[in-house]
């Protein structure tokens, strides 16, 4: 795997995008995941719908850094993105993950090619700025693919041993056992790469789209009553 992208999926990477629970803490509060036997579910159906919108276009972001191409396309492919996220709750978490990861990368890889995507879309979604990324580096549309991919069910295993008191050891080995999963969705989201961003994957996840406008409810709520 390229380094960037291995970078990028490490925890210590200021980019925020390990600790992004990815629904779970709104589906732990409704009860349906309690232990670890329910996580299983729930992370690969997270992989199969979020993690491969994700991968499919941080895949598509590295082809198009590697390629240098004109900055129009960075802002086909945040429209592309936006218009696959109907929950304003989750393009905002996008959006606030890839303004840390772009942060973080201008540090560590400053390109010309960083600075026109940032140009045209200077609050970019994570998936976008991390494919980038990984093109910069010179990394192939699946390594950021599988970058990606694996943060959309790292985060929420993370977050189910801090919420749920989960023991770390099993929560790791359901991570572990969807290695198969996480090297089919990346395969998947690579072959559509170059294709134009009208194109690319589609999958819905209606019920996390649900999860995240519920969550964010729940916490406005929660300030209004502190600030009261």
Not at 140 to 155: N, T
Not at 215 to 224: I, L, S
């Amino acid at each position: 795997m390229d380094p960037v992208a291995l970078i990028l999926s490490d925890s210590r990477f200021p980019g925020g995008g390990h600790v992004h629970s990815g629904g779970l803490e709104e589906v732990a509060a409704r009860g349906l995941v309690r232990s670890e036997r329910d996580l299983p579910g729930f992370l690969f159906g997270r992989l199969r719908t979020a993690g491969l919108l994700a991968a499919a276009f941080a895949a598509a972001s590295a082809h198009a850094a590697a390629r240098t191409v004109e900055s129009v396309h960075w802002r086909r492919l945040d429209q592309e993105l936006d218009a696959r996220t109907p929950s304003l709750a989750q393009r905002e978490a996008s959006r606030a993950q890839g303004r840390g990861t772009a942060r973080a990368g201008r540090a560590a890889w400053p390109s010309s090619v960083l600075s026109q995507l940032l140009a045209e879309t200077p609050r970019p979604h994570h998936p976008i700025i991390s494919g980038a990324l990984v093109g910069i580096g010179g990394g192939s549309p699946f390594d950021a693919a599988m970058a990606v991919a694996y943060l959309a069910v790292s985060g929420p295993a993370s977050a189910a041993v801090r919420l749920l008191g989960l023991d770390p050891f099993a929560v790791n080995a359901v991570v572990a056992r969807l290695a198969g999963p996480l090297r089919e969705v990346s395969g998947q989201a690579a072959e559509t790469a170059g294709a134009d961003p009208a194109d690319l994957p589609a999958p819905a996840s209606p019920a996390l789209d649900l999860f995240a406008e519920e969550h964010t409810r729940h916490h406005q709520e929660e300030v209004r009553l502190f600030a009261s």
